[in-house]
Each structure stands twice: as structure tokens, then as C-alpha cells.
């Protein structure tokens, strides 16, 4: 009960919300490097995934690589990355692109791999040349795959973007190392808490844009209930 106290006094604090290391500010710092790291990852992974998916070709290379790189201990890979770079953004940025590649990839890939192939080959058939199979018929069918693969990677990102402060950067998690260093645990805490509360809004978002943008028609749900109802076949094989 008391830290909940002291959270709501923390909180409550006008001088946690203003100047460069007021909550405002290190949050901005918190999604320049969240967002950076997406795009990247997404100019990357989502053709890179298009194509091994439209060729069926070196997918389990590729895409299994790629997925090795999660169990890549990612506040090691920061420290050895600022051995090469030096202290600033870039160590960071690599780093959260490694993350945020994978789920990137595999969700391009086992969208574009699985659509119907009885699809694929109509869009062959009336002509289309296979960049406008990809462009126009499978990356379209792909899309809820791509924006759980884009959910996945941006709630990572958000996550592991505190280790920043680690190497002196902005973002919220500063408030973790410095609360660390002073032993302020309801700093911490509150760090913390601004963390899963910004994982929580982004997911919601982001949740919303993908039921807004997808065809209903691609849901599972939506197909059940736009599938056309059969005629009962009795004995015999006749229908009434």
C-alpha cells in the first residue's frame, strides 16, 4: 500500500513532467528509437519475406536464421556493438532492429507462402506477371499476417528500447537505471509502469488499425460468415 502511495506521489509530481528528463520528454526520446528501429526492420524484413515466400525459396534458411537471432542476448549485443560504434544511437537502433527483424520476416513470409494456391493460379491465368501476383494478390492476402508480425516486433521493441539507458541514452529507461543507481525504488516502479502502460496503448492502436484496414473477408470469422450456405443432401444424393 505504501508504494502505491508513493506511485501516486510520484506521479503526482509536477517536476516529473517537465524539462529534458520530465516524462513528456523521455518518452518522445523513447518512441524516436521504437519507431526508427520498426521502419528499418520493415524495409528489411517485409520484402526480403515477400519474395523468399513467392519463390519458395530459402525459406527455412532464411527465415530459421532470422529466427536465431531472438536467442541473441540483446543487452550483450548492445555492449559489444558500442565496442565497434561507440556510445550514441546507432549501437541501440542495431540492436532493436535485430529484434525486431524476425517477427518481421516470419509473418511476411508465412503470409505470402500460405495463400491460396487456387487464387495464385487465377491471377496467373488472366495474365498477371509475377510482380503483380506478389504486389497485388499475395502481399494483400498476407496483410493480418505482416500486422501480427508488425504488433509482435513493435511491442518487443518498446520493451527492450529501456536498455538504452544502459549506455547513456534518453527514453524511459532512464528512469529504471537512474532509479537503480539512487536506489529509488518507486522511481523504478514508475518506470516501469510508463513502459507496460505505453506497450499497452501502442498494442491497442495498433490492434485497431489491423481491424480497420483488413478485409473482412481475410478474418477466419468473416469468412465463416460470408461462406455460402449448402444445400442439405439426403440419401440418395438428392437435395430437396
Request: hydrophobic share 50%.
Amino acid at each position: 500500500m505504501n508504494l502505491v502511495l508513493e506511485l501516486v506521489e510520484w506521479f503526482g509530481d509536477a517536476t516529473h513532467w517537465t524539462g529534458s528528463s520530465g516524462v513528456p520528454a523521455r518518452l518522445a526520446d523513447h518512441l524516436r528509437y521504437t519507431v526508427q528501429a520498426i521502419v528499418i526492420a520493415a524495409v528489411i524484413a517485409i520484402p526480403l519475406g515477400a519474395v523468399i515466400g513467392h519463390t519458395r525459396r530459402g525459406g527455412f534458411l532464411v527465415v530459421g536464421s532470422a529466427n536465431g537471432l531472438r536467442a541473441l542476448p540483446e543487452l550483450g549485443l548492445l555492449t559489444l556493438l558500442v565496442g565497434f560504434t561507440g556510445l550514441g544511437v546507432l549501437p541501440l537502433t542495431i540492436t532493436l532492429v535485430i529484434l525486431a527483424v524476425p517477427p518481421l520476416l516470419a509473418g511476411t513470409y508465412a503470409g505470402v507462402r500460405n495463400a491460396d494456391a487456387a487464387v495464385i493460379d487465377a491471377a496467373r491465368g488472366v495474365g498477371m506477371r509475377e510482380r503483380e501476383v506478389l504486389t497485388k494478390v499475395e502481399l494483400p492476402i498476407a496483410v493480418p499476417l505482416i500486422l501480427g508480425g508488425l504488433r509482435t516486433a513493435t511491442l518487443q521493441v518498446i520493451a527492450t528500447a529501456t536498455i538504452g539507458a544502459y549506455i547513456g541514452l534518453s527514453g524511459l529507461g532512464r528512469f529504471l537505471i537512474d532509479g537503480l543507481a539512487l536506489r529509488d525504488y518507486t522511481q523504478m516502479v514508475a518506470g516501469a509502469v510508463l513502459v507496460a502502460a505505453l506497450a499497452l496503448l501502442v498494442e491497442g492502436l495498433l490492434g485497431g488499425l489491423q481491424r480497420t484496414i483488413v478485409s473482412p473477408g481475410l478474418h477466419p470469422a468473416g469468412a465463416r460468415r460470408r461462406a455460402p450456405r449448402q444445400a442439405p443432401v439426403f440419401a440418395g444424393g438428392t437435395t430437396p
